[in-house]
Every structure is written in structure tokens, then in C-alpha cells.
């Protein structure tokens, strides 16, 4: 059995009968109250400023250099230059056929919600990716509630050609940040965005 079948509600059993409609039919609206979504959000952002303190804390040897290729470790997302969310809708050329680590921030708060990777930026999310039907649904409920959010994503060029020390790299990021919106994660912070 999965671990992600077992994932916890951010809902009471009352709550959770009382956003079902009569019969079951009719799949309910997407509906959180906005006390749960800030506190939802609070805990997430509280754990992953931990995580952006202890980058600075860290020890380094004099006699190993840490690559920041495959140290997950020595990059904080939230310091990398931003960009508008919707580049997959950008001209192909904007962005290099490079391989990358991407993160999806609501710079807002700030908040990482997605890590990513690819092989080449220029071509990833053309089509469908789950992430984007996640930070739609984050951005109706905050736009429900008259909650302002910020989504931009930010990119780690410096990450290994081959395919599997980057998704390596990627788990690692996944892992230590613990980014809501990535399946790794949904144990922790449950699912609220994803239909």
C-alpha cells in the first residue's frame, strides 16, 4: 500500500461532511476556510525559513569543496532571480535547451510550493503538468478569500547534465524543503490543491 493513500485531511469528519453535496453526486467546489489555509501556509513557510537558516549555519571543510551540483544543500531557491510563473509560455528561445532545477514560489509570502527538473527548460510545461492545475487551484481559493499571492518561478542552471544525479538533486531539494506541492511531500502537509 502507497503512503499517499494515506494522506491526512486538513478537515474534521464534520467539516468534511458538511463540503459534501447531498448523495455524493456533484463534486464539491474547492473550499477551505481561510483561517485553515493561512494556518496551512504559516507551518509550511515556518519549516522552510528553518531550512533557509541553517544554509548560512552550515559547516565547510577547508579541504573538501562542495559542489553545488549535487549538494542540495548549498542552494536556497529563495534567493535566485524570480520570473513570471506562465514562462512555459514563452518563446522557445528565452530560455536555454539546458537542464535545470525549477521552483515554483508564491514570493508572497514567501512560500516554495514545487521543485522541479528537466532536461530542457526551453520545452518543459508546453503541455500538461499536474503543478499548474495545483497553483491554479491555489490562486482561485486565495482569490475566494481576497488573499493576494505572487507565483513566479526561479531556475538553478549550475545542475548535472545526466539525467539521473539531477533527479537525484531534485529528490534531495524535494526532500529537504519539503514542498507541498511536489507527492513526496503530501504526507506532511496533505493535499488541499490537488482534484
Not at 506562465?86 to 539546458?98: I, L, V
Not at 549550475?158 to 539531477?166: G, I, K, V
Request: glycine share 4%.
Amino acid at each position: 500500500m502507497s503512503i499517499y493513500n494515506e494522506q491526512p485531511s486538513l478537515f474534521s469528519a464534520a467539516e468534511q461532511r458538511a463540503m459534501t453535496p447531498p448523495g455524493g453526486a456533484a463534486k464539491p467546489k474547492l473550499t477551505i476556510p481561510k483561517p485553515a489555509l493561512e494556518s496551512w501556509k504559516q507551518t509550511i513557510q515556518t519549516f522552510q525559513q528553518r531550512v533557509r537558516g541553517e544554509l548560512g549555519a552550515q559547516q565547510v571543510s577547508l579541504f573538501e569543496a562542495v559542489s553545488s551540483q549535487t549538494d542540495a544543500s548549498a542552494i536556497d531557491p529563495f534567493g535566485l532571480e524570480v520570473h513570471n510563473f506562465f514562462f512555459f509560455q514563452w518563446p522557445s528561445d528565452r530560455h536555454p535547451a539546458a537542464p535545470c532545477i525549477y521552483f515554483v514560489i508564491d514570493t508572497r509570502l514567501p512560500l516554495l510550493l514545487y521543485v522541479g527538473e528537466t532536461c530542457r527548460a526551453n520545452q518543459r510545461w508546453k503541455g500538461v503538468h499536474d503543478c499548474k492545475q495545483y497553483v491554479l487551484n491555489y490562486q482561485a481559493l486565495h482569490f475566494q478569500h481576497q488573499m493576494p499571492t505572487t507565483i513566479n518561478t526561479a531556475f538553478w542552471w549550475d545542475t548535472p547534465e545526466a539525467t539521473r544525479p539531477r533527479q537525484r538533486l531534485e529528490l534531495d531539494l524535494i526532500t529537504r524543503w519539503k514542498s507541498p506541492f511536489n507527492k513526496e511531500n503530501w504526507r506532511f502537509w496533505g493535499t488541499p490543491f490537488i482534484e
